[in-house]
C-alpha cells in the first residue's frame, strides 16, 4: 500500500505543533498471570526483582564485558561509542552475537512476561547491551520508543514492550531510568523531518523526534517521575510508548543492562510512517517469525562470537 494512501493514527514528525494525541490502543492485550505485572496496565511499566539469579547475572555481566571489549567488534555497524568518551554505549543484535543471550531470551519466564502483555506470540524487534561507564556514561533525553519505532521502522501501533534486564546495581545517581507512570496513553507528536541516514547519530545522541521541553513539563505535571533502581538481576518491563530518559553517570558506579524488544506478530512492520528509508535490520527486525518458534528450531543464533 503506497504511503500516501496509508492510514496513520499517530502521526509524527511534523513540521507545526500538534495536539498530544490520547491513546485508543490497549496497554494488555493479553491476561496477566504474573503478579510482578498487575499494574502494567496503569502504569505502563512493571518491576521484576529477581528475574535473573546472582550467578547468572554474574555469568551475563563477564559475557558483555567480552563483548565490549572485543577488537573484532570495534568498527562494527552494530557497536555504537559514547559521544563524549568514546566507550562503548550499545552492542545491538547482541542476541546473535552471544549464545547465552539468544538463549536467554527464548526462555519461558523472558518471553513470556511479553506475551502476557502483548496477547499473541512475539518476535524479537530489537535486542542490545547498554552500557553506561563510570565518569563519563552519557544519558538519553525523554522520548517514547514507539514514536521512533513507528516513523523510522513502520511499527503501526503501540503494541510492543521492552525488557531492561540490569547487570550491575541501579542506584538513584548512576543514570538508572527515570520513567512517567501512565504516560504511555499520551502519544505526543514531534517536531522536524527525519533525515535521511541520520539513525546511527541518534543511537549516541538522540535530537530527531523528541518531545519539546514544554511537552515534558506538562507530561510531568500530569503523570509525575519515577526511577527505576534495584539490585543486579533485577528487571523493567515497559510499554513502547512509556515516555523515559536517563542522566550521565558522572560516578564511579557503572550501570549495564540486557535489553530486549518484542513485539506483537500482528503489530507486523511496515514501511516507515515518517523517514525517507528503513533503518538497518540489526535496528529493527524484519523476521516476524516467533520467538518460540525460533527457539524449537535453534536458529536464534547465526553468527555467534
Not at 20 to 35: A, F, K, L, N
Not at 185 to 210: K, M, N
Not at 242 to 250: A, F, K, P, T, V
Request: proline share 8%; net charge negative.
Amino acid at each position: 500500500m503506497p504511503v500516501s494512501d496509508r492510514s496513520d493514527r499517530y502521526p509524527t514528525r511534523l513540521s507545526e505543533p500538534a495536539p498530544h494525541i490520547e491513546r485508543t490502543d490497549p496497554t494488555v492485550w493479553g491476561q496477566v498471570s504474573t503478579p510482578e505485572l498487575a499494574e502494567f496496565d496503569a502504569n505502563g511499566f512493571a518491576t521484576i526483582p529477581d528475574l535473573l539469579s546472582a550467578d547468572e547475572v554474574a555469568a551475563f555481566g563477564a559475557e558483555i564485558g567480552h563483548l565490549a571489549a572485543d577488537p573484532v567488534l570495534y568498527g562494527d555497524e552494530r557497536v555504537i561509542v559514547e559521544p563524549v568518551a568514546g566507550q562503548v554505549r550499545s552492542v545491538f543484535q547482541v542476541h546473535r552475537l552471544s549464545k547465552p543471550i539468544a538463549e536467554l531470551l527464548a526462555e519461558s519466564r523472558i518471553v513470556g512476561l511479553a506475551e502476557q502483555i502483548l496477547g499473541s506470540p512475539v518476535y524479537l524487534h530489537q535486542s542490545r547491551v547498554n552500557y553506561m561507564p563510570g565518569f563519563g556514561g552519557s544519558g538519553f533525553g525523554w522520548h517514547s520508543d514507539f514514536e521512533t519505532w513507528h516513523a523510522e521502522d513502520g511499527m503501526p501501533t503501540p503494541r510492543a514492550v521492552s525488557l531492561s534486564i540490569a547487570l550491575t546495581d541501579n542506584y538513584p545517581f548512576n543514570g538508572s531510568l527515570m520513567v512517567m507512570p501512565g504516560s504511555h496513553r499520551t502519544f505526543v507528536p514531534c517536531l522536524g523531518e527525519t533525515p535521511e541516514g541520520h539513525y546511527r547519530e541518534s543511537l549516541r545522541e538522540q535530537r530527531i523526534g523528541i518531545p519539546t521541553n514544554d511537552d515534558i513539563t506538562f507530561l510531568a505535571a500530569r503523570y509525575g517521575i519515577t526511577q527505576f533502581t534495584g539490585k543486579a538481576g533485577s528487571a523493567l518491563l515497559f510499554d513502547s510508548n512509556l515516555m523515559h530518559g536517563s542522566s550521565n553517570n558522572i560516578t564511579p558506579y557503572a550501570r549495564s543492562n540486557i535489553f530486549l524488544v518484542f513485539n506483537s506478530v500482528e503489530n507486523a512492520l511496515v514501511e516507515p510512517f515518517a523517514a525517507p528509508q528503513r533503518r538497518p535490520e540489526h535496528i529493527a527486525a524484519r523476521d516476524f517469525t516467533p520467538v518460540r518458534s525460533l527457539s524449537a528450531e535453534r536458529h536464534l543464533v547465526d553468527q555467534v562470537r
